[in-house]
């Protein structure tokens, strides 16, 4: 017995002096004879654990507790365990067990991770709101509490709120942040969820936690599904969520999807370089300017909705943190494809040389037409675009102020948000500015024909052929050569703007600009033409004023009279001060005259009147004196400013792109190129995920 007990010693001293090998070699202290009474606790072996190289945990604002790392190694999974005799663990101490599970918080416990190094194995959750995401990803003022890392972790992902029931369930509530990928036991978390100890929370497509409460029991749940193996990286924007099923086993899925004219695109919105070449295949596919006519004026509003598509994409799967940077993008390549579109217009321009646009008219039409296709187009793409980022902007803006009320942005760095507003607004203006030069540039060599053509003229119809004028529509009358001219100017304008769906009141506001530039020149041209020779007469007059009100009908007729009416008021007042018949004009007083045709300044009354036409032989009336002092008067400025135009104001409502838009919401004259263009999109997408696919692993159609 006594031999037997010596063994059983001298066992005991080798088994004492192994253990003490392996933590010498570990790198941890040895636990006095203290310590192993206390059995190894969490709250002896923290302060006694001395780890590389002296180092001691501080438990002050612990969020997250981490596996011991010693001297630089760690024990791998294939390292033997430290076992005692009987073959079960007798180190309960730092090296097998560092932790124990907190007796009085609320805490989440790693049970599938994506990285080892970094992987922590329990996250305790302080406060009454707490968050976790991707720290690594986050930008300024989103930093997760805690930092979970994994490829599609987002920087925000979800937020957990505690709730205080006495001891009774749920003991916590879950959100996820939108974009977020977020289940509960295997099912999708969409809004605030509740929790009870021992659910399991899957984060993205790698990472699995176990929620406890110290208080409370509970039930084994179901399990989270794990994703397949051999797939790495971040998942296709086609594969399950839940399961992790590529395109390969959901064909008929994706062709249902591919073929879908609901409007929606998928793609992987973390892959820069897939963003951009999407983006800007939005902007220069097939229905854009320069590919021909009818296929140009069926695209409408096609490249703002696509983009729009993709923004709300990315809000849906990034969050709200990511979606600025993004509508900066947005911006930039917009800016791009309509500043290659104005060198385009400037290029043609230079080609046909300095002169004045070429005769006959149907080619100066023409002409304009060329020009302001593709400048009428992006700027009705760029006010709904501006709009659309602006009230996503506003969108995301109060929802990260309702999460963070007191995280208010401090950074002095200009927000992409605004930036990208900025240069919108740099494209629409940039493209009104364009639209108008060329509209005026044609109107200026068209306009003095309504100052030479006789209406009364005999042959006014086979002027109509030359002139383009005949039958336009609605059936409107024919107009003689001259006043046709200006008209298809303005039929050519009218209808690229109704094609490309350009907002009614930039559509007003540009027609509005023409209209004043018009008023201008034909007046200036009025008060020049009186110097030279005798032009002010009833006849002369009464001619100008029908070829006006030809003009004014017409508008009228296509709901731009009121605009016309407003814009054309001096010239109209100065063609009808001599449209009044001469014996009548001859018993008016100066007060009169000038009180009826207020529109025009008094010097700009004295010069008509002074120029006026009686006759061989005839004075003027000395009642036509004005008050004051004429040889002031006629240094006076008869001529009309261009530079009191009228200002561009953005319009604010009567968009037709919403912030969530619909197929339903699509004008029928260009749904079927927005779909065409749309599979498209999502057929490059398709072939950028297949390239990413080993050749023998690629799925087909």
């Not at 190894?40 to 612990?62: C, D, F, H, M």
């Not at 007798?90 to 009085?104: D, E, H, K, N």
């Not at 979606?323 to 230079?350: H, Q, R, S």
């Not at 068209?446 to 006014?460: E, K």
Request: aromatic share 8%; hydrophobic share 35%.
């Amino acid at each position: 017995r006594r031999r037997e007990e010596g063994a059983d010693g001298v066992t005991e001293g080798i088994n004492a002096q192994a253990r003490h090998l392996l933590l010498t070699r570990a790198g941890v202290r040895v636990p006095g004879p203290a310590a192993s009474a206390e059995g190894g606790s969490l709250r002896r072996s923290i302060s006694e654990a001395n780890i590389n190289g002296g180092r001691r945990w501080r438990r002050q604002q612990v969020k997250s507790l981490f596996l011991v790392e010693t001297s630089g190694q760690r024990l791998d999974d294939g390292d033997p365990p430290l076992e005692g005799e009987g073959g079960s663990s007798q180190f309960t101490g730092p090296v097998a067990s560092l932790l124990r599970p907190p007796a009085t918080s609320l805490y989440f416990i790693l049970l599938q991770g994506y990285d080892q190094r970094q992987d922590i194995l329990v996250h305790l959750i302080q406060g009454k709101i707490h968050t976790f995401g991707n720290a690594n990803q986050s930008v300024e003022n989103s930093a997760p509490d805690t930092s979970i890392v994994a490829p599609d972790i987002l920087p925000l992902h979800f937020r957990i709120r505690r709730v205080n029931r006495e001891g009774r369930d749920p003991s916590a509530y879950v959100r996820p942040y939108p974009g977020a990928l977020l289940t509960k036991n295997g099912s999708p978390v969409q809004g605030e969820t509740c929790i009870i100890s021992g659910d399991l929370l899957g984060l993205g497509r790698h990472v699995l936690l176990m929620f406890r409460d110290p208080g409370k029991y509970s039930a084994r749940p179901d399990w989270f599904p794990t994703p397949p193996e051999g797939q790495q990286g971040n998942p296709s924007p086609f594969s399950c969520l839940l399961c992790g099923r590529g395109p390969q086993e959901s064909q008929e899925a994706f062709r249902a999807y591919l073929e879908s004219k609901e409007l929606v695109l998928k793609f992987r919105g973390q892959d820069q370089a897939e963003t951009t070449a999407i983006l800007e295949e939005a902007v220069r596919g097939g229905g854009c300017p320069g590919d021909g006519e009818k296929e140009a004026e069926a695209s409408g509003l096609v490249p703002a909705y696509l983009l729009s598509i993709c923004i709300q994409h990315v809000s849906e799967s990034l969050g709200p943190w990511l979606v600025p940077p993004f509508l900066l993008k947005v911006a930039k390549v917009v800016k791009k494809a309509a500043w290659e579109n104005i060198k385009d217009v400037g290029t043609k321009e230079e080609e046909r040389g300095s002169q004045d646009y070429p005769t006959p008219q149907r080619s100066e039409v023409d002409t304009l037409t060329a020009d302001l296709r593709p400048l009428i187009y992006w700027m009705a793409n760029s006010i709904e675009l501006l709009n659309f980022v602006q009230k996503t902007a506003m969108e995301v803006e109060e929802e990260v102020e309702d999460d963070f009320p007191n995280d208010r942005a401090t950074s002095a760095e200009p927000d992409p948000a605004d930036e990208s507003l900025v240069l919108l607004d740099e494209v629409l203006v940039c493209m009104f500015q364009r639209c108008v030069y060329h509209l005026t540039k044609t109107l200026h060599s068209a306009l003095p024909s309504l100052l030479d053509t006789n209406p009364f003229a005999a042959g006014v119809g086979e002027g109509e052929e030359e002139g383009g004028g005949g039958e336009g529509e609605g059936d409107l009358p024919r107009f003689p050569a001259g006043v046709a001219r200006v008209v298809d100017i303005f039929r050519a304008a009218l209808d690229l703007g109704r094609a490309s769906q350009l907002h009614p009141d930039l559509m007003s506001q540009m027609f509005g600009y023409a209209f004043f530039f018009c008023d201008s020149s034909l007046l200036n041209a009025l008060m020049e033409r009186g110097e030279r020779s005798p032009f002010y007469q009833w006849t002369r007059a009464v001619q100008i004023r029908t070829n006006l009100d030809l003009v004014l009908d017409w508008l009228q007729e296509v709901a731009l009279g009121d605009i016309a009416a407003l814009y054309f008021r001096k010239f109209s007042a100065a063609v009808n001060l001599l449209c009044i018949p001469k014996t009548n004009l001859l018993k008016m007083s100066w007060n009169n005259i000038h009180k009826g045709h207020s529109a025009i300044n008094t010097a700009q009354v004295w010069h008509l009147l002074r120029n006026y036409h009686l006759g061989k032989n005839q004075s003027h009336p000395t009642g036509w004196n004005p008050p004051e002092d004429t040889e002031r008067l006629q240094r006076g400025d008869i001529y009309e400013s261009f530079t009191d135009h009228p200002p561009l104001i953005l319009p604010s409502q009567g968009f037709s792109l919403s912030l969530a838009p619909s197929a339903a919401s699509v004008p029928s004259l260009w749904s079927e190129c927005l779909h065409r263009r749309l599979c498209s999109l999502r057929l490059s997408v398709w072939e950028r995920e297949r390239e990413k696919v080993p050749a023998n692993q690629r799925p087909g159609l």
